[in-house]
């Protein structure tokens, strides 16, 4: 039950992949600790330059000799009109005026361009480190670039949030494919089809895209245990990627304020907003998301509403105020613990070995 096709590709022991999760999550610490307990340890590096995701790469080789895989955000065309920042930025000044922090203006907004050159460094920063796995979220990279890191015998995963986005990235010639279930904290990884045609259940989902990709299926949305992991296994999949359970672990890089939101929420609380970012992510609700629930279509698209609330995220992480940070959270945070790596995964493999 434990091993399979994944676990011998991956050269891990358990079927089990610690979600890559982007924002200052996934540190060094937290990937080498999952690496060393026979799982698959994941940097979300969506947010980080070349010359951070080789520091990230190198710190983690001094922590661990296991595999570890970097995730990567995949590029996409944007368009905003400057009426639509002032609008957005209108909408976010009463946050600021209670940080007490500057007015939101329209400079150092990023660029299609400059994203998609950083990234193609970044790519070229797996291959000079030899990272043994790379995956890929909110779209499919160039098929030169899957093309070059097969070359380099890096096994390369896609993201899908519907059948039809699994069968893509089995034709684009990707080796495993994640698919996302409605339950996932973060953002929705869809892209062929708007976000409300993409929030497939994942007990739904993973027999329906099993049925169609020849592709080894991972999981990921909701699963924080054996049963998870158990219940993925039995509907198909080949292995679980766990985001919120990790994140809650003492090793993880997420604030401790993040932590305990999820710790002390009710399913009924994790809910999806575009209000941070310009794209639907699934966090636990607070004031910012409550009072802009009725704007969402009014603010910027992705990254540049990022862009535009990222000093109110920043301030009130740095004024201990939950209230305005991103609280990413999947649907199951009553199962969330605070413990160590070696702890979750010890019970989850004990309690899948359980008859
Ligand atoms: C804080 C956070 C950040 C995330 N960042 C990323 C990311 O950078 N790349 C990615 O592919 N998925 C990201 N995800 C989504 C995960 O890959 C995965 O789909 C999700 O965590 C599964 O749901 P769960 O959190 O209920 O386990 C993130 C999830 C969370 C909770």
Not at 331 to 349: F, G, M, N
């Amino acid at each position: 039950m434990l091993r399979n096709e994944i676990t011998e590709l991956l050269q891990i022991d358990y079927p089990i992949i610690q979600a890559p999760m982007a924002g200052g999550v996934t540190t060094p610490t937290l990937v080498a600790a999952v690496s060393n307990n026979g799982c698959l340890g994941m940097f979300g590096s969506g947010y980080l330059n070349a010359e951070q995701t080789r520091e990230q790469i190198k710190e983690a080789k001094k922590l661990t000799s296991n595999h570890f895989g970097i995730n990567l955000f995949v590029p996409t065309q944007f368009s905003q009109s400057i009426d639509e920042i002032n609008q957005a930025n209108l909408l976010l000044q009463p946050f600021r005026e209670k940080l007490n922090i500057a007015t939101g203006g329209t400079s150092n907004l990023p660029d299609y361009e400059s994203a998609s050159e950083t990234f193609h460094e970044q790519i070229r920063v797996i291959i000079e480190e030899r990272v043994p796995v790379c995956s890929f979220t909110f779209g499919i990279p160039s098929s030169e670039v899957i093309r070059e890191l097969k070359q380099h015998n890096i096994i390369v995963i896609g993201t899908a949030t519907t059948v039809d986005e699994a069968i893509e990235v089995e034709k684009c010639g990707m080796d495993m494919v994640v698919v996302q279930g409605c339950e996932a904290g973060g953002h929705r990884g869809n892209f062929l089809h708007d976000v409300k045609e993409s929030q497939i259940g994942l007990m739904s989902l993973i027999p329906q895209v099993t049925d169609n990709v020849n592709i080894p299926v991972i999981a990921a949305g909701g699963i924080m245990d054996g049963r998870g992991l158990r219940a993925s296994l039995c509907l198909g999949a080949k292995a679980v990627q766990m985001g919120t359970a990790f994140l809650t672990c003492q090793e993880s890089g997420a604030h401790k304020l993040h932590k305990e939101s999820i710790v002390h929420a009710g399913e009924d609380q994790a809910v999806l907003t575009r209000a941070f970012s310009g794209k639907w992510a699934r966090g636990i609700k607070n004031i910012f998301i409550t009072e802009t629930q009725n704007h969402e279509a009014a603010f910027a698209q992705y990254p540049v509403q990022n862009t535009l609330t990222q000093n109110i995220r920043k301030a009130a992480a740095a004024q201990g105020n939950p209230e305005f940070m991103s609280l990413w959270s999947g649907q199951s945070p009553r199962l969330a613990k605070s413990q160590s790596v070696e702890e979750l995964i010890s019970r989850i493999v004990a309690e899948l070995l359980k008859k």
